[in-house]
């Protein structure tokens, strides 16, 4: 199985901050690494697709970068509505793993 | 816009079987993969299994023995059955459209997801 690795676990920050998080695969997975938001008791949202891929009616201050075994989600400028955790999910081979999350709260 | 809403029990006793099912509106399950996945509470994500409308399936080698996956596409509806469940197996199980296709199985990103069920393993 690929193992997903995400960092931080947990991250606080002010609305304004850009953040990014990183996920590590481990093993190469090209550029088949997915981003989800999901907000305490709701049901996981998809942001972003094949790495740097901005799903449709998802704000431009998201965007996703990398390949191989390391990537990143930034968040250029966060907004209240931005506080959630944050998962990364290989799609390159099954089982399809997710990262263990990061939350980000409000510092 | 497809819509996913998942339907069952939401108490389950220790070593029976867990069944779901998700409806599907907005648009035709046919020709598209389906994804089950779960989220234990305060946990992460796992995935299950996937189904195509014809049928074929792909289960986590984790849960394989345990899950039986189907569809029926005159209902617009799949379904999840998971035997010989334990506490373990508690956790809110979300369906969700699997964006691969038959052309690219690394598409395998899932969006939109239905709202989730919380399944309890308990006596």
């Known amino acids: 199985d690929i193992q997903m690795t995400q960092s931080p676990s947990s991250l606080s920050a002010s609305v304004g901050d850009r953040v990014t998080i990183t996920c590590r695969a481990s093993q190469s997975i090209s550029t088949y690494l997915n981003w989800y938001q999901q907000e305490p008791g709701k049901a996981p949202k998809l942001l972003i697709f094949?790495?740097?891929s901005l799903q449709s009616g998802v704000p431009s201050r998201f965007s996703g970068s990398g390949s191989g075994t390391d990537f990143t989600l930034t968040i250029s400028s966060l907004q209240p509505e931005d506080f959630a955790t944050y998962y990364c999910q290989q799609s390159y081979s099954s089982p399809y793993i997710f990262g263990q999350g990061t939350k980000l709260e409000i510092k | 816009q497809v819509q996913l809403q998942e339907s069952g029990p939401g108490l389950v006793k220790p070593s029976e079987t867990l069944s779901l099912t998700c409806t599907v509106s907005?648009?035709?399950?046919?020709?598209?993969?389906w994804s089950w996945l779960r989220q234990p509470p305060g946990k992460g994500l796992e995935w299950i299994a996937y189904?195509?409308?014809?049928?074929?399936?792909n289960y986590n080698p984790s849960l394989k023995s345990r899950v039986t996956v189907s569809v029926d596409t005159s209902k617009n509806q799949f379904s999840l059955k998971m035997n010989s469940v334990t506490a373990a197996d508690t956790a809110v199980y979300y369906c969700?459209?699997?964006?691969?296709?038959?052309?690219?199985?690394?598409?395998?990103?899932?969006?939109?997801w239905g709202q989730g069920t919380l399944v309890t393993v308990s006596s």
């Open positions: 094949a790495a740097s």
């Open positions: 189904i195509y409308y014809s049928g074929s399936t």
């Open positions: 907005g648009g035709s399950i046919s020709r598209y993969y």
């Open positions: 969700a459209k699997d964006m691969r296709s038959v052309y690219d199985v690394h598409r395998g990103w899932f969006d939109p």
